[in-house]
């Protein structure tokens, strides 16, 4: 059965700082690219950011540039999204998600439609 599991989430205050994971079941992280998306009450779901199998990166949202980092651990089948100096505009439901056995090293989606496998998503609140 292919998983992936988030965790991490929690109360923080603005400035504060939190480690996201998404630990992977059923398949070889290596084999396949994650992304990160949010849902913010009354809003849109919203790629933040992704991670394709060579490990480069892309951001989506511009205000999460250089706060938000993603990366990932093939040996832990794990994924995480390391989130700093946190703002109340942040506080969403955040779920990795991921595209198994594609061939594109390259693979870098932003649109939820594009993933096969979804997290039950980890709340993330930002106190003022």
């Known amino acids: 059965q292919l998983q992936l599991v988030e965790s991490g989430g929690g109360l923080v205050q603005a400035g504060g ?11 070889a992280l290596e084999i396949a690219p ?10 849109e779901r919203e790629g933040v ?7 480069e990166a892309k951001n989506f949202v511009d205000s999460v540039k250089g706060r938000f980092t ?4 093939n040996a832990k089948n794990t994924a995480y999204l390391d989130m700093k100096n ?22 870098c989606g932003r649109r939820g439609i594009e993933y096969d496998y979804w ?10």
Do not use: H, M
């Open 17 to 27: 700082s939190l480690r996201l994971s998404c630990k992977v079941s059923g398949f």
């Open 34 to 43: 994650i992304a990160w998306f949010r849902q913010a009450p009354g809003k």
């Open 49 to 55: 950011s992704c991670i394709n199998r060579r490990g």
């Open 70 to 73: 993603i990366s990932r651990d």
């Open 86 to 107: 946190l703002l109340p505009e942040d506080t969403a439901v955040y779920s990795c998600a991921s595209k198994v056995y594609d061939t594109n090293s390259t693979y």
């Open 119 to 128: 997290g039950q998503g980890t709340q993330v609140t930002v106190s003022s």
